[in-house]
């Protein structure tokens, strides 16, 4: 009895077919990407002038702290006095500041209240308590 010899099915993907596709899409996006600067949208040349105003000048303050009461103010440890100093001293300095506060769930309420008065008293209006969602 003879039988038929089966032949090995290939089942590999042609890339040459692929590569070429993916060439082609390559190309496609290339050429119909516009380079052109948007926010610009025509060509304006401003005039001078002798006097000009400058534009605000914001410092932002970032205030971490800790459990135990341990204070950083932009990544440098201080003390409470320490901060209401460096904050007085910001005062002299024309512009608007800002305070952002984070502080841990476990701290004691008063004292982050505390420090939201130094910072009032400081001239400093614009405080925000940041909070993780």
Sequence with gaps: ?????????????????????????????????????FTRRMDILLPQSKKSTEVERVENFLLEV??????????????????ERRLMEARRTPGRRTLIIKADKRLDYGFVVRIMGISFSAGIRDISVAVKE
């Design 1 to 37: 009895m003879r039988f038929a010899s089966k032949t090995e099915e290939d089942y590999s993907l042609q890339l040459t077919s692929l590569i070429d596709v993916v060439f082609l899409l390559l190309i496609f996006f290339m050429v119909s990407t516009s380079f052109v600067d």
């Design 66 to 83: 800790g459990v135990e009461k341990k204070l950083t103010l932009n990544g440098k440890d201080i003390t409470i006095d320490d901060l």
